[in-house]
T-cell receptor, first 112, second 113 residues
Framework: AQTVTQSQPEMSVQEAETVTLSCTYD???????LFWYKQPPSRQMILVIR??????QNATENRFSVNFQKAAKSFSLKISDSQLGDTAMYFC?????????FGKGTSLLVTP | DAGVIQSPRHEVTEMGQEVTLRCKPI?????LFWYRQTMMRGLELLIY????????DSGMPEDRFSAKMPNASFSTLKIQPSEPRDSAVYFC???????????FGSGTRLTVV
């Protein structure tokens, strides 16, 4: 069975600061993919960043980066220089077969 | 490309009525997924199609739910009869390669009264 756990239901950060969202997962597969999706109030699901499990190098997309710890099955998202537009739900997701399994999400509020 | 297109964006219906949700995936994507999002259960996979064939429908909650994909550019999710507990946001997503993740539509917010 695959599980994805996000232990922080809500977080808050001030504009321009850095915040890290946590995610742990469990899978018996050796090859899999991890993703972070953003869901703003518009409810659109937006892919933020992706990581292939066999790549040791952490993925980076502009202000977004991940800390992928394969042995610990941890996949955290770091948002640098937070902006008001980063306010959203963030979902961690695992694909080790054909379907994405999602965590319950972390609600991030960026304050002025 | 216009992305994954879902319709309607909002649907309000009375209990017992039939509801049909529609999805047009991205051209060239061979996998299509229907997800349901609720506060209590989060994002749940309902059904997965590959090359228009249903591969896994184990997430479909009950016989009132059915999904079809008659061709590569169109899929429907039907609920008959609808019940208040079906109220949720229903997402359609498509993909071509696992590593690219899925592209989601904007979702249909269904309210059954």
């Amino acid at each position: 069975a695959q599980t994805v756990t996000q232990s922080q239901p809500e977080m808050s950060v001030q504009e321009a600061e850095t915040v890290t969202l946590s995610c742990t997962y469990d899978t018996s597969e050796s090859n899999y993919y991890l993703f972070w999706y953003k869901q703003p109030p518009s409810r659109q699901m937006i892919l933020v960043i992706r990581q292939e499990a066999y790549k040791q190098q952490n993925a980076t997309e502009n202000r977004f980066s991940v800390n992928f710890q394969k042995a610990a099955k941890s996949f955290s998202l770091k948002i640098s220089d937070s902006q008001l537009g980063d306010t959203a739900m963030y979902f961690c997701a695992l694909n080790s077969g054909y379907a994405l399994n999602f965590g319950k999400g972390t609600s991030l509020l960026v304050t002025p | 490309d216009a992305g994954v297109i879902q319709s309607p964006r909002h649907e309000v219906t009375e209990m017992g009525q039939e509801v049909t949700l529609r999805c047009k995936p991205i051209s060239g994507h061979n996998s299509l997924f229907w997800y349901r999002q609720t506060m209590m259960r989060g994002l749940e996979l309902l059904i997965y199609f590959n090359n228009n064939v249903p591969i896994d429908d184990s997430g479909m909650p009950e016989d009132r739910f059915s999904a079809k994909m008659p061709n590569a550019s169109f899929s429907t999710l039907k609920i008959q009869p609808s019940e208040p507990r079906d109220s949720a946001v229903y997402f359609c997503a498509s993909s071509n390669r696992d590593i690219e993740g899925y592209t989601f539509g904007s979702g249909t917010r269904l309210t059954v009264v």
